[in-house]
């Protein structure tokens, strides 16, 4: 499907166009009664999700999902909204939490790698211990972090009750050092490089990465390293990533990505990827990090988005390291923070972050240091930007900052601190929802240690615009400052208070010392123009009107549930209530100016689900001025019954 975050123009200071990548449609399933939970809403699961053979079929192309995604305000492309790194939490704890997660607007969940594993070693501490999940002991699904694959099933069912999706990080470049740990199905000296092929000397820990052979070949950190050239491995691996598939994930991060080979680097072809990556996921993305002599970093998007409905790419590491050098600095300059420096890679194909489980975890401590104040300063720039895909990563309990890196006040498995769901970096995902397909434009407000990412559409409405402002020092009077945005008054959510915006000024407002300000009309009755123009009525030919035997539901209970057929958005379970047309129909109107063909089902509203041919999943669809259903066939007549 076409990335709506490729439809905007990014701005900063100038217009930037991207590129349209071919859009997919897939048949949408039948959807069950709806419930409200604390947070975010659940709407129960339905038999035809289990059938699904493709994470799109069960999510965007299943409209139960839809009507959930919908309802929680989450943004539709993976590869825009942003991913909660529930680093370390088991499955139990991701499914207990999810009505948060959904209430805080993340669009997926990014796990932990689900492999059978070696450990941990040393009981549930962090310590010295966290890492056995990053060394696999073969392809089977679940270990002692994250629990079993029935716990993984649950999970996501779970999370695809709320519209959210599950993105999983999987292992594929190498196994445990340990060959006694590692799966009697894999032990086989032929499925590995061998120890001396990289010629990189001391057990693959002085690999030298400009050079490419070695950075392929060697066994990273004396770690098993798989013989990615070997159709067999390929075919394998790709039946662990089907089976993940199978059990409900939407996504895929591939840890190590850039110590396998592409394709046609070297003299040999390498099936690995074009065979792995044919498994049905939704998103997939690469740790391709930056920095390499000789590294094609463009080349690994473009691979995994060609098998990916909802985009692929890579980790934006470069443009981390630099966000962190302007929060430590204090200097937010816009023009030194436009460029998500994708060396040659799309904005829509980066996964953002202000840290990673590697800057964080690692040895060398890149962002160990950095304070949850800070964490929050950052989240706001890149959270609310058009490109990317930013991914928060979950610190555990007690722990970084000026405290210890690993503060034992939680366990593995457990849920890290709070920081994930702060007001401020709830908000801003919000934010980040509701503009989906919007422009940007980044300015500097008084000062470079205050930033603005607006947000616009330019349609004339402030419902649609917003603006958040990261300020790191000293209150900041906006009124006079330029914008993108539509005339009106935006609200802070965050922090209470509001700017008002005429002819592209700013004419009043202000924002605080150390605060990050959303200022946009969410659950906020925007202000409406002050000399509206109605909107014409549509002629006829720019409708169609569906209609029902009013004695299948009745006259006052029947609902229908419908999109354009093209991919568009489900209508809020359980669909809009028809009306009394004549005697013995029911039937609604949709505006059609473009003539689209629509795909439908009707409900009573209280579970009762009339499907094209009476299946579960198989939906109507239709085209014209008048669709008049009679039966479950599928047909439907063309003249109107009578007149609404």
């Known amino acids: 499907m076409t990335p709506l975050s490729k439809d905007a123009g990014l701005r900063t200071g100038v217009n930037r166009r991207s590129t349209m990548s071919g859009f997919i449609t897939k048949t949408a399933a039948g959807i069950a009664a709806a419930a409200t939970l604390i947070g975010g809403l659940a709407i129960g699961a339905s038999s035809a999700q289990a059938a699904a053979t493709t994470s799109y079929d069960r999510t965007l192309g299943n409209a139960q999902f839809e009507a959930a995604r919908t309802q929680n305000g989450l943004a539709k492309e993976m590869n825009y909204g942003s991913i909660l790194h529930a680093w370390m939490w088991s499955f139990n704890t991701m499914k207990e939490h999810m009505a948060e997660i959904a209430d805080a607007g993340y669009t997926s969940i990014q796990t932990s790698p689900i492999s059978v594993i070696k450990g941990p070693m040393q009981g549930k501490k962090f310590t010295e211990n966290w890492y056995y999940v990053y060394q696999p002991a073969g392809t089977s699904i679940g270990n002692s972090v994250v629990g079993s694959e029935d716990d993984l099933k649950a999970m996501t069912a779970e999370a695809h009750k709320y519209g959210i999706r599950v993105i999983v990080d999987a292992v594929i470049n190498h196994f445990s050092s340990d060959w006694n740990a590692i799966e009697s199905s894999w032990k086989n000296t032929s499925l590995f490089h061998t120890k001396s092929e990289g010629g990189c000397g001391d057990n693959g820990t002085a690999i030298n990465y400009g050079n490419r052979w070695q950075v392929t070949h060697c066994h990273l950190l004396g770690l098993w390293d798989l013989n990615t050239e070997n159709q067999e491995v390929g075919n394998r691996m790709q ?57 094609n970093v463009a080349a690994y998007p473009a691979l995994f988005e060609k098998y990916s409905s909802n985009g692929g790419g890579n980790t934006a590491s470069n443009y981390g390291g630099a966000l962190r050098s302007a929060l430590n600095s204090k200097n937010l ?115 470079e240690n205050c930033l603005m990412v607006e947000r616009y559409k330019s349609d004339g409405s402030n419902a649609n615009d917003g603006v958040v402002v990261v300020n790191m020092d000293g209150d900041k009077n906006l009124s006079g400052l330029d914008t993108t945005l539509d005339d009106g008054t935006y609200t802070d959510q965050v922090n209470g208070g509001t700017i008002t915006v005429a002819n592209k000024k700013i004419t009043a407002g202000s924002v605080k010392s150390g605060k990050v300000s959303v200022f946009v009309n969410i659950g906020t009755a925007p202000t409406p123009d002050p000399d509206p123009t109605p909107d014409p009525e549509p002629t006829p030919e720019s409708t169609t009107t569906v209609y029902y035997p009013s004695t299948k539901f009745g006259a006052d209970s029947t609902y229908l549930h419908w999109r354009f057929a093209d991919g568009g958005t489900w209508t809020t379970a359980p669909g809009v209530k028809m009306t009394a047309a004549c005697d013995g129909w029911v039937s609604t109107t949709i505006d059609n100016p473009d003539s689209k063909k629509i795909e439908f089902v009707f409900t009573n509203g209280s579970g009762q689900w009339d499907n094209k041919n009476g299946v579960s999943g198989q939906n109507y669809t239709a085209t014209g001025a008048s669709v008049v259903v009679t039966d479950n066939s599928g047909n439907y007549g063309t003249t109107a019954p009578c007149t609404v």
Not at 273 to 288: C, H, K, P, R
């Open 333 to 447: 300059n816009a023009g030194n923070l436009n460029s998500l420096q994708g060396q040659g890679v799309q904005d829509d194909q980066l996964v953002t972050w202000v840290e990673s489980h590697d800057t964080y975890a690692n040895s060398d401590r890149q962002s160990t240091g950095m304070t949850d104040w800070q964490i929050r300063m950052g989240w706001g720039v890149i959270g609310a930007r058009a490109g990317g895909a930013p991914l928060f990563f979950n610190r555990p309990v007690g722990s970084g900052g000026t405290n210890a890196q690993f503060a034992e006040q939680s366990q593995l498995g457990d849920a890290g601190d709070d920081e994930w769901k702060s007001p401020e970096v709830k908000w801003v995902n919000k934010f980040r929802n509701a503009m989906e397909g919007n422009a940007e434009y980044l300015r500097n407000c008084q000062a």
């Open 239 to 295: 039946g662990f990533l089907k089976q993940a598939v199978a059990d409900g994930v939407d996504g895929f991060r591939y840890d190590a990505a850039k110590h396998i080979e592409l394709p046609d680097e070297f003299g040999t072809h390498s099936p690995y990827f074009d065979t792995i990556l044919d498994n049905g996921a939704q998103y997939q993305y690469g740790e391709v990090l930056q920095g390499d002599a000789g590294l």
